[in-house]
C-alpha cells in the first residue's frame, strides 16, 4: 500500500441527500405559502416550519462539510486516519488513540466504530457537535463513528487499509476489536 490512502465523499450518494434536502425545502415553502393563501392551518405552518428548517440544516451542513474540510473524505495512514467525512467527524486521530473497531450497522446504514483510549479529550475536540458526539458515545460506546456508505471504496477497502495501517504503526497484526 501507498504512504496513505484517501476514501472520498461517495458523490451521487452525497447529491442525493443534497437533492433530497432541497426537495423537503420546497415541499415545505409550498405547504407554508398554501396555508397563507387560504385559511392558515396551524398544523400546516409547523409542519412547514419543521420541514424547511430541519431540511434546510441538511443542506447548511452539507456546505459546512464541504467548505470547511475540502476535500472531504477519510485518509488513512501508518499515523492515523483523519476523519473529515461528516460534520461530526473528529479529524485526525493517532494509532497511539485507538484500542480497536468493529464495523456495526445502525438503522440500516454501517458504521466503523473506532474505539479511542480518552473519549472525552475527542468529545470536547469538537466544538460544535458534541452533543452529537455524546450521543454517539452513549449509542455504540464511542464518540468515532464513520458511515462507511458515504465514502468510495467501500467498508473491505476500508476496514483492509484501518487493518494495514493499524499494523505497519504497532508491528501488531488485525484488530484489536472493541
Given amino acids: 500500500m501507498p504512504d496513505s490512502v484517501f476514501f472520498p465523499l461517495a458523490s451521487r450518494r452525497t447529491m442525493a441527500v443534497f437533492a433530497g434536502c432541497l426537495a423537503f425545502v420546497a415541499v415545505g415553502v409550498l405547504i407554508f405559502k398554501d396555508s397563507l393563501d387560504g385559511q392558515p392551518s396551524p398544523v400546516g405552518?409547523?409542519?412547514?416550519?419543521l420541514a424547511v428548517s430541519f431540511f434546510g440544516g441538511g443542506i447548511v451542513a452539507l456546505f459546512?462539510?464541504?467548505?470547511?474540510?475540502?476535500?472531504?473524505?477519510?485518509?488513512?495512514?501508518?499515523?492515523?486516519?483523519?476523519?473529515?467525512?461528516?460534520?461530526?467527524?473528529?479529524?485526525?486521530?493517532?494509532?497511539?488513540?485507538?484500542?480497536g473497531w468493529t464495523v456495526r450497522e445502525i438503522s440500516g446504514q454501517r458504521f466503523l466504530c473506532v474505539s479511542v483510549s480518552n473519549p472525552e479529550a475527542v468529545i470536547n475536540r469538537r466544538r460544535s457537535t458534541?452533543?452529537?458526539?455524546?450521543?454517539?458515545?452513549?449509542?455504540?460506546?464511542?464518540?468515532?463513528?464513520?458511515?462507511?456508505?458515504s465514502l468510495r471504496g467501500g467498508e473491505p477497502a476500508i476496514v483492509a487499509a484501518f487493518e494495514h495501517y493499524r499494523e505497519l504503526s504497532s508491528g501488531r497484526t488485525g484488530n484489536s476489536a472493541a
Wanted: proline share 5%; hydrophobic share 50%.
Fill in 130 to 149: 458534541r452533543r452529537l458526539a455524546r450521543a454517539n458515545q452513549r449509542m455504540v460506546g464511542t464518540p468515532v463513528t464513520i458511515a462507511v456508505g
Fill in 45 to 49: 405552518l409547523v409542519v412547514a416550519a
Fill in 64 to 99: 459546512v462539510i464541504f467548505a470547511r474540510r475540502c476535500p472531504a473524505g477519510l485518509r488513512v495512514d501508518a499515523l492515523g486516519f483523519d476523519d473529515t467525512s461528516s460534520l461530526t467527524a473528529p479529524g485526525r486521530v493517532a494509532w497511539s488513540d485507538v484500542t
